[in-house]
């Protein structure tokens, strides 16, 4: 499994934990950026990841801003994409199961620091229920499309 990873310049706080985390679970990521805490776009960077995952350069995507709206927005621009802004472990696992969600948003200032690899962790290791919700999904994907 390989995670494409994209931070503006507020989430770029978190780039090294979540970098031990991939680390500790043996997980490749590729880095999209950013590197500083200059004032970047972070659109672009949710544009770059959404495009890895579509393209198959990677499984999953991890996004990171300031509250983790903004580049849920962006990313869930892209077709294909269903990224879900998450808190806590337990969201994260009903975005995966629930939802498909193919790439993981979080907030700086709206997870708790010590939750972090562990929400990652359970969205790396959650799956797609179907059943039920691939009816939803679908009805999602017809949305998409039209």
Do not use: W
Not at 27 to 54: H, L
Request: aromatic share 6%.
């Amino acid at each position: 499994m390989k995670i494409s990873l994209g931070f503006d310049h507020r989430g770029v706080v978190l780039k090294n934990t979540i970098i031990e985390c991939l680390n500790n679970l043996s997980i490749q990521y590729i880095d999209r950026g950013t590197i500083s805490e200059k004032s970047v776009d972070y659109p672009d960077f949710a544009e770059k990841v959404a495009e890895d995952v579509n393209s198959d350069e990677s499984q999953l995507g991890i996004l990171v801003c300031n509250t983790g709206i903004g580049m849920t927005i962006a990313a869930n621009k892209i077709k294909g994409i269903r990224a879900a802004y998450v808190v806590n472990p337990f969201t994260a696992e009903s975005a995966r199961r629930h939802n498909d969600a193919n790439i993981l948003v979080l907030g700086v200032i709206t997870i708790e620091k010590d939750e972090i690899c562990k929400t990652i962790e359970t969205f790396i290791k959650c799956s797609f229920d179907k059943g039920r919700h691939q009816r939803r999904i679908d009805k999602i994907n017809e949305i998409e499309n039209n």
